[in-house]
């Protein structure tokens, strides 16, 4: 991979760097990994559902304070309904599971996007973990489900067009700063690093607005084959970079 913006190679392991304050995840290449086990795509979702955990948890201890992960696409839906219903019921055990052992891990649970599509047992388990968690001092742990970039801004849109009609605000006092406050991550900062493993050079309809200035690293690793490390070396690649937000 050639790496036109970087500097001078400065950091070498994460003891010397600045964490960025907001990661996103893709996490991609479930799929990929079944098939080269000969295994069924669940089997991909059931083991990168593990790497999550351990990921999340990895980032909270390292002073990341935002984290959110691609968990669902609004476009996911297309995927057999085999698969659809496995990974919904993988979602519903990790929740059960934040519901009871996470009070130590200190992480706030938010998730984004749109609910209305998920049955009344899971939407149940989304709020009850939000409202679990939502005094902890930990890390903001996002995850986006039925998530879609461009979806978010037609909501946000939407609102901002019924907010003007209701004489709220006129249409030229909207700025970049009163969209932002629109979307699913409002008061949240926009991501300074993006990480997609599988090889993919895609936004795929993650954090559309948010991600106009953030750094992206692609890694060539499927994402149950994800680690610790690999996002240690995602954290290298990012400080060495010179982000510039469009000046010189
Ligand atoms: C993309 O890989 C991955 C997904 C659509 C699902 C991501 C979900 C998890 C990691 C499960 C656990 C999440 C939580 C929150 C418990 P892909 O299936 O598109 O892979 P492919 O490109 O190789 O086919």
């Not at 909270?60 to 691609?70: A, C, Q, R, S």
């Not at 995927?79 to 979602?91: D, H, Q, S, V, W």
């Not at 005094?135 to 461009?150: F, Q, S, W």
């Not at 926009?190 to 200035?213: K, V």
Request: proline share 4%.
């Amino acid at each position: 991979m050639a790496f036109f913006n970087r500097k001078k190679p400065e950091h070498t392991d994460i003891s010397s760097i600045e964490m960025p304050a907001h990661v996103g995840i893709i996490m991609d290449g479930n799929g990929r990994w079944a098939k080269k086990r000969g295994l069924p795509r669940s089997a991909g979702h059931t083991a990168g559902a593990q790497v999550f955990r351990k990921i999340a948890r990895y980032c909270n201890n390292i002073g990341i304070k935002y984290l959110t992960v691609y968990a669902f696409s609004t476009e996911n839906w297309r995927r057999p309904e085999k698969e659809i219903n496995a990974l919904m019921k993988l979602f519903k055990e990790y929740l059960e599971e934040a519901l009871r052992d996470f009070r130590d891990d200190c992480i706030v649970m938010r998730f984004i996007g749109d609910r209305s599509a998920f049955s009344p047992a899971l939407l149940e388990l989304m709020e009850e973990n939000e409202e679990i968690a939502k005094d902890r001092e930990g890390m903001v742990l996002n995850i986006a489900m039925n998530y879609g970039g461009r979806a978010e801004l037609i909501t946000a849109i939407q609102k901002i067009a019924d907010d003007v009609r209701n004489d709220k605000f006129s249409a030229d006092q909207i700025d970049e700063q009163m969209i932002s406050d629109y979307l699913y991550t409002k008061g949240q900062p926009d991501p300074d690093l993006i990480i997609r493993p599988s090889g993919e050079h895609r936004t795929s309809n993650f954090l559309l607005w948010q991600s106009a200035y953030s750094e992206y690293v692609i890694m060539d690793v499927l994402w149950p084959d994800f680690t610790e490390e690999h996002l240690n070396q995602a954290l290298i690649e990012y400080a060495n970079r010179n982000r510039r937000f469009g000046g010189v």
